[in-house]
């Protein structure tokens, strides 16, 4: 770990804020990916059974 | 040589996308962690800023992406008012979640660095101001396309709301050389290599500056074929509702 000294809360407060946005986004992202790709996969198999 | 074209095609495009977001993501992945890594733990402080220097490698990257996402939004915009191609449509709302958050972190990373930089968290200076406009147009654009229900009506207005937020996007960009005033510093990084900050700091920077790039595109294309598959399930449940 690096010296921080009198502004480590700012430093890390920083990184720990923004890394925690990115992974949010990124984890959201995915998620909502692979939720759509499974109803969509869902739906179409519906239609082509029912014509 | 294949026409651009050719990707708004939907199905062209999801397959394309899928080829090539693996690799987008895996090196947004090494190169995020690299500078990252490079920057908090290997670069020394700055003799005026101390540590709060190591903040550049997370404001920098992710203010050139809250701006530069509006204009690469106002470029699909611009596809889609004048060739009608979905995808690009598709492409700008699946970018906007992902600008808004980068702007959340340029302000946020920003304001924590000025609080012991300039004693303040926040100043109506004209840079911070335009910024904090461009995120609220980041705001208005992604609940435009989710009050209006048919796509194609959502998709003109939202592509009208880029053209006037694109003013802001430039504005944040540019506002320190228009007024010449305020708190705000001017560019980090310049084409003369005698205004950039010292190499030290520089070579991480730009690592961090394309690892963001290549994460905002690889979001972006992920978004866009989900945004795809979203409006094919909802033709198809109309389709369904009406037979």
Request: aromatic letters at 12%; proline letters at 3%.
């Given at each position: 770990m690096?010296?921080?000294?009198?502004?480590?809360?700012?430093?890390l407060?920083?990184y720990?804020?923004?890394?925690?946005?990115?992974?949010?986004?990124?984890?959201?992202?995915?998620?909502?990916?692979?939720?759509?790709?499974?109803?969509?996969r869902?739906?179409?198999?519906?239609?082509?059974?029912?014509? | 040589?294949?026409?651009?074209?050719?990707?708004?095609?939907?199905?062209?495009?999801?397959?394309?996308?899928?080829?090539?977001?693996p690799?987008?993501?895996?090196?947004?992945?090494?190169a995020?962690?690299?500078?990252l890594?490079?920057?908090?733990?290997?670069?020394?402080d700055?003799?005026?800023?101390?540590?709060?220097?190591?903040?550049?490698?997370l404001?920098?990257?992710s203010?050139?992406?809250?701006?530069?996402?509006?204009l690469?939004?106002?470029v699909?915009?611009l596809?889609?008012?004048?060739?009608?191609?979905?995808?690009?449509?598709?492409?700008?709302?699946?970018?906007?979640?992902?600008?808004?958050?980068?702007?959340?972190?340029?302000?946020?990373?920003?304001?924590?660095?000025g609080?012991?930089?300039?004693?303040?968290?926040?100043a109506?200076?004209?840079?911070?101001?335009?910024?904090?406009?461009?995120?609220?147009?980041?705001?208005?654009?992604?609940?435009?396309?989710?009050?209006?229900?048919?796509?194609?009506?959502?998709?003109d207005?939202?592509?009208?709301?880029?053209?006037?937020g694109?003013?802001?996007?430039?504005?944040?960009?540019?506002?320190?050389?228009f007024?010449?005033?305020?708190?705000?510093?001017?560019a980090?990084?310049?084409?003369?290599?005698a205004?950039?900050?010292?190499?030290v700091?520089?070579?991480?920077?730009?690592?961090?500056?394309?690892?963001?790039?290549?994460?905002?595109?690889?979001?972006?294309?992920?978004?866009?074929?989900?945004?795809?598959?979203a409006r094919?399930?909802?033709?198809?449940?109309?389709?369904?509702?009406?037979?």
């Amino acid at each position: 770990m690096p010296e921080l000294g009198k502004y480590a809360g700012a430093v890390l407060s920083s990184y720990g804020l923004s890394l925690l946005l990115l992974a949010l986004l990124t984890g959201l992202s995915l998620w909502r990916a692979r939720r759509m790709k499974a109803a969509l996969r869902k739906v179409e198999e519906r239609v082509k059974r029912h014509g | 040589m294949a026409s651009i074209w050719e990707y708004a095609n939907p199905r062209k495009f999801l397959e394309t996308s899928d080829r090539v977001l693996p690799w987008l993501a895996a090196l947004a992945g090494v190169a995020l962690v690299v500078g990252l890594v490079w920057g908090f733990f290997f670069t020394p402080d700055d003799y005026r800023q101390g540590s709060t220097v190591k903040i550049i490698y997370l404001h920098v990257p992710s203010a050139l992406i809250a701006i530069n996402g509006w204009l690469m939004m106002l470029v699909a915009s611009l596809i889609w008012l004048i060739r009608r191609h979905h995808v690009s449509a598709l492409a700008a709302r699946a970018a906007a979640p992902i600008g808004a958050t980068m702007t959340v972190i340029a302000l946020l990373t920003g304001a924590i660095w000025g609080q012991p930089m300039w004693g303040t968290w926040w100043a109506w200076d004209p840079r911070l101001t335009s910024f904090l406009i461009l995120f609220l147009f980041y705001l208005g654009y992604i609940a435009l396309w989710a009050a209006v229900e048919d796509d194609d009506t959502a998709a003109d207005l939202t592509s009208i709301l880029c053209l006037v937020g694109s003013v802001f996007a430039v504005l944040s960009r540019y506002a320190v050389n228009f007024w010449n005033q305020g708190l705000h510093q001017g560019a980090s990084l310049s084409m003369d290599k005698a205004d950039n900050v010292a190499n030290v700091f520089y070579l991480p920077l730009l690592v961090c500056m394309a690892a963001f790039v290549l994460l905002f595109l690889a979001l972006v294309l992920l978004r866009t074929q989900t945004e795809i598959r979203a409006r094919r399930m909802r033709a198809l449940l109309a389709r369904e509702r009406m037979s």
